[in-house]
């Protein structure tokens, strides 16, 4: 009988031991791979100095889609799909302006995506500081045709920075609103970051449709620590001018690489990230670098001759920045169709270190997962964290209930820098940490493909 049990085990080991030789291998291909021949700078480069900024309805979405359907073929896809969806179409319309009117000095402003501009008439009024919406509430007898100034500052104690964007970015998101409840004329909110320059960070809010829709701004993190001391002091009167508009809306793609499974082909894979970004800045983290990343991988696949057992979509969306509308298709398409998609895997938090893996999925493909963290952390995600995905994928899970999700977790410590600012450009991307990212997402693919969840 130990005879037996000890066979089993010298058998249960070698199978283990030579299962993780032959992935650590492959893997280790894969990254050579990337690390000697690969193509995701380069074509972030054409991404962001031939086309640029990428909003949604614009003439470079369209140049990007066709771009990326390009990329798709070149790289190796068995077909490419261009999927279409219905997309806002908003437009800064001009240059946005503030300026103090007592002393006149220039204040750094960049429009909110989504708001209503007032014109070359402007706004001008005397401005009104709240640090928070409590404190709003609090003075809301005060705002009436008051510029309220949102001075909520990012937490510097956060070490996950995403949780400091996660409290911040509702007073963009709703602030607005809530301000012109009690009969502001305009806001201007603090960027969304804790950088030491003064770059202002657009982002899209979100107006109620029940009350009026008031300019708002972002202003530089210097500019509003200037403002900031100044309302401290007294008075002060501000004038925004700003231009945006909605156009009729537009038709944008999806654009979708496939490698059809040769074992599962009905079981779905799909990593993506998304190709649209705003109109100030080149969008090279954001999320530039999320599409180059996955279509690296695309042709890494087809350089080192991996044939998968499962489909695997290789998915630039479109509109994530103001309106998810790609990711909603591309849910209501696959709930449409009956889909089995068993993971999705999305890039968007910058191409910097890659440092984890967050996953959405149930405690036994978490289980499952974890044991293959030996295998990716020498290239970079030491850390598999339970809960994570991507704004273009979750709709996926919520249409279907059974997708497991996740997101590469960069290193974060940077990318508030720029997020939505005029320095996400080509140039604050560095090489090896984009491809390192795309050797990461690369061997979860890998091995998820292989043996399944």
Known sequence: MKKIVFITTALLFFLTVFGQTEDSLMIKKLSDEILLNGKAYGNLHHLTKKIGGRLAGSPQMTMA??????????????????????????????????????????????ALGNSIGNGKKGVKAEVLLVNSFDELEKKKDEVKDKIVFYNYRFNPTYIQTFRAYGEASQYRGSGPSRAAKYGAKAVIIRSMSHSTDNNPHTGATRYVDTLPKIPAVAIGLRDADWLSEELQKGKLSVEII??????????????????????????????????DSWDNCEGAHDDGAGCVQTMEILRVFKAVGYKPKRTIRFVLFANEENGLRGGNKYAEEAKAKNEKHIFALESDAGGF???????????????KVIQWKPLIAPYGCSEFNRGGGGADIGPLRRALGTTALAGLSPDSQRYFDIHHARNDVFENVNKRELELGAVNMAALIYLIDKYGL
């Open 65 to 110: 889609e066709q771009w990326g359907e390009k990329v798709m073929k070149e790289s190796g896809a068995d077909k490419v799909i261009m999927q279409p969806c219905i997309v806002p179409h908003w437009v800064r319309g001009g240059e946005d302006k503030a300026r103090t009117i007592n002393g006149n000095r220039k204040l750094d402003v960049v």
């Open 242 to 275: 700003t231009n945006g508009q909605f156009l009729d809306s537009a038709t944008g793609h999806n654009v979708i690489g496939e490698l059809t499974g040769s074992e599962f082909p009905n079981e779905i894979i799909t990593v993506g990230g998304h190709l």
């Open 353 to 367: 270190t890659p440092r984890a893996f967050g996953f959405t999925m149930t405690d036994e493909q978490f289980q």
